[in-house]
Nanobody, 126 residues
Framework: QLRLVESGGGSVQAGGSLTLACAPS??????MGWFRQAPGKERELVAA????????YYADSVKNRFIITRDNDKNAMHLQMTTLKPEDTAVYYC?????????????????????WGQGTQVTVSS
């Protein structure tokens, strides 16, 4: 069964940067995404990328600050986060949509995702 392992979380000051990594267990060509959940809030989609890597989606709150990338040869997905704000503080989860899709398909609904990582904490202090 596919396992997703996140890494790269931590604590930074506002304006700082972090890069999260997601490593699937085994070679995968699945559309994937990053979600986050802040205390007392629902989990929300932050960014998603097609399995071909050519198409992506960003939540309005992170546009022009976060970049999602993937390297299928290295079996890894990353989320580069810059100009971090205190409201970015959350547990970040990597997710995968394991249903077969076109290489350009980007899942944007939480229920599209079938597999989840354990989450990694990102804390941004003001």
């Amino acid at each position: 069964q596919l396992r997703l392992v996140e890494s790269g979380g931590g604590s930074v000051q506002a304006g700082g940067s972090l890069t999260l990594a997601c490593a699937p267990s085994g070679r995968t060509l699945y559309a994937m995404g990053w979600f986050r959940q802040a205390p007392g809030k629902e989990r929300e989609l932050v960014a998603a990328i097609s399995w071909g890597g050519t198409e992506s989606y960003y939540a309005d709150s992170v546009k022009n600050r976060f970049i999602i990338t993937r390297d299928n040869d290295k079996n890894a997905m990353h989320l580069q986060m810059t100009t971090l704000k205190p409201e970015d503080t959350a547990v970040y989860y990597c997710g995968a949509d394991i249903d077969p899709h076109a290489s350009t398909y980007v899942p944007v609904r939480e229920y599209d995702y079938d597999r989840w990582g354990q989450g990694t904490q990102v804390t941004v202090s003001s």
